[in-house]
């Protein structure tokens, strides 16, 4: 990690709870970006949430990058705002190509519904937990996820 972001106060608290939870944190133009660990995400954001002098109360948006065809293929982000202060964070969870998964933030952001349905619809990444994870673009019956990068371009009508 770089030597600036070893004291940042939000990865400081974040360690005192989990010294294993944040993989790795980034620092780039003043935004702060922290890659946490896919186990750990929910008990994260509730402590972000939830935790005195942290107060990240408000969960702007949720999407994902696919990265093919590098392995881990995929990275969900989670952009947070701390109403009291403007602080902004920006959460990374890495998941493989195969059967992307991921727990649901939607019990800790109830505002993350549609974010998460968005993702799946187009990326086809599964929200564990979510209360009701289907399309939310595209018909139910539409194959695929049009966002990967190998998903064909041509051949339908």
């Given amino acids: 990690m770089p030597e600036s972001l070893d004291n940042h106060p939000v ?7 989990d010294p294993e939870a944040v993989e790795e944190a980034r620092e780039f133009r003043s935004e702060v970006t922290l890659y946490i660990r896919k ?9 972000l949430r939830d935790a005195p002098g942290l107060n990240f109360k408000y969960l702007s948006d949720v999407t994902a990058v696919d990265l093919y065809p590098n392995e881990p293929r995929f990275e969900v982000v989670y952009h947070l705002l701390a109403l009291d202060t403007f602080r902004r964070l920006r959460l990374k969870v890495r998941l493989p190509g195969d059967a992307p998964r ?56």
């Avoid at 990865?11 to 005192?16: C, D, F, K, Q, T």
Wanted: proline share 8%; aromatic share 12%; net charge negative.
């Fill in 11 to 17: 990865l400081v608290r974040l360690r005192e709870f």
């Fill in 39 to 47: 186990g750990r995400l929910r008990s994260i954001c509730e402590i």
């Fill in 102 to 157: 991921v727990d649901s933030v939607v019990p800790v952001w109830p505002g993350a519904n549609a974010f998460e349905r968005e993702t799946f619809d187009l990326l086809g990444i599964r929200f564990e937990g979510h209360p009701n994870l289907s399309r939310i673009l595209l018909p139910e019956e539409w194959e695929g996820h049009p966002l990967r990068k190998d998903y064909p371009t041509t051949g339908y009508r």
